[in-house]
């Protein structure tokens, strides 16, 4: 790894020492702090005023036990969290993500990355992230109702459209948005419809939020090939994941002339070199929950099914991780590499590992970190905040509009930024430096809090 400016070095040990065993969140502020050594150069007053080191600590962590009853009648039990991580912008901003993956320092990881990605939007947002560890695969909807009841019975008290705004992340769709709202209605008897994002159109939500993670993901590729002179037309992609961010994401590269070839599941994945079928995949992935080698068996011999791993070995001119964390490693780095993929966009969370992204550097490839690329999905539910408190509604076109408009507005934030701090071109620089200056400008008009 390279080496951390001087006085960033004991802020990494601090977080190191204080958060044991939670190696996702130090990746994630190291990967921040080895970008922000021009920055403390340059502005040593954020150092000064310990800007970053309270920026590593959250000004709050929520750990609540989730009582509820199974279909057969036995009370089980989970461990819900909400780690509200910075709102120097604005009120705690990020999704919920139900997984069995789900502990405290996954919860940080996240809340602390959505600090960066929701400055990024522009958008007067905080960030936030919460979860539990509960897995909704295999549940009837009366079991995810009454677990969902159960975890807002507890966190309604911390939630508030100017205090806390959760939306959803992984496990967490519409349905689970649907019951997590009745039950905060039930309890403070009151509708309240900008304390959650994510919801059904005809109760609050907006136009695009079911897409924008996928959509911006694929605006801010595009901005990427128009800035070297080329487009989607005619490339081939490979996305991961076959959830609402690469769903959506296949979709709008065909939109744009791409190809996608493949995409995946946890049990393993499919190439399909005519071009994933978007309808096929949508109904089988996201109307019946069903599998990826589902999708294989019904659109017979022209798509093959691969179990397990190993996607990154498909060749493809572009790359799109929408899975979740560490999920691209240097091995499958060096497929990509090898196969010629021009670009890597980050769907999903952090799910380039830094081995990987230091060979994807080398070897010339533009990648795009989750804090920009996927920022699609905070944004237009801070668009839908917007909507909510003007007690208004927006056409498709128009919030799709606004969503390109931020998505076209982070690019060239993050190159701009990187151009003005001596690393023209590394996305990676110009996302992390963009999104904390203007959380520490924040921070220091505000003073010790």
């Known amino acids: 790894m390279p080496a951390l400016h001087e006085r960033l070095v004991p802020v990494y040990e601090e977080v190191v020492k204080r958060n044991p065993g939670e190696v996702e969140f130090h990746q994630a502020v190291w990967e921040v702090l080895e970008s922000l050594h021009p920055v403390v150069v340059r502005h040593p007053e954020y150092a000064d005023a310990e800007i970053i080191r309270r920026m590593c600590e959250p000004e709050r962590q929520i750990i609540f036990r989730v009582p509820w009853v199974d279909d057969r009648g036995r009370v089980q039990l989970n461990r819900g969290f909400r780690v509200e991580f910075n709102s120097a912008l604005g009120p705690y901003k990020g999704g919920l993500r139900f997984h069995p993956s789900v502990y405290l320092g996954i919860i940080k990881f996240l809340g602390f990355e959505q600090i960066f990605k929701n400055s990024l939007t522009g958008m007067p947002i905080g960030g936030a992230k919460g979860g539990a560890d509960f897995d909704p695969k295999g549940r009837s909807d009366a079991e995810v109702m009454r677990f969902c009841q159960s975890f807002m019975t507890e966190l309604y008290r911390h939630l508030g459209e100017h205090t ?203 990648f795009a970190p989750g804090k920009a690329a996927n920022a699609g999905g905070v944004a237009t539910s801070a668009l839908e905040m917007q909507q909510n408190a003007s007690r208004d509604s927006w056409t498709f076109e128009y919030t799709e509009k606004r969503l390109a408009e931020i998505m076209r507005s982070i690019h060239e934030r993050c190159l701009v930024t990187a151009e003005a701090y001596g690393s023209p071109g590394n996305y990676v620089v110009g996302a992390n430096i963009a999104g904390f200056i203007q959380v520490a400008d924040a921070m220091l008009a505000l003073g010790v809090i």
Request: glycine share 14%.
């Open 164 to 366: 806390d705004v959760p939306a959803g992340d992984i496990g967490v769709g519409a349905r689970e948005i649907g019951y997590l709202f009745g039950q905060y209605k039930r309890i403070t008897n009151r509708y309240e419809s900008g304390v959650l994002t994510g919801k059904g159109l005809t109760w609050g939500g907006a136009q695009v939020r079911r897409e924008a993670t996928g959509y911006g993901l694929v605006f801010f590729v595009d901005e990427i090939l128009r800035t070297r002179g080329d487009s989607f037309d005619g490339k081939t992609v490979v996305v991961s994941g076959s959830g609402n961010v690469a769903v959506y994401a296949i979709a709008k590269v065909q939109q744009l002339g791409g190809r996608v070839i493949a995409c995946s599941d946890s049990d393993g994945y499919v190439v399909d070199e005519a071009g994933i079928d978007f309808d096929l995949l949508h109904e089988i992935k996201i109307e019946r929950r069903g599998r990826i080698s589902d999708y294989a068996a019904k659109r017979g011999s022209g798509a093959t099914y691969v179990s397990g791993a190993g996607i990154w070995q498909v060749p493809c001119d572009i790359a799109l991780p929408c899975a979740t964390q560490n999920e691209l490693d240097d091995v499958g780095a060096a497929s990509l590499i090898r196969n010629g993929c021009r670009v890597v966009a980050e769907g999903a969370n952090m799910p380039t590992t830094p081995a990987a992204i230091r060979m994807l550097a080398e070897a010339g490839v533009a």
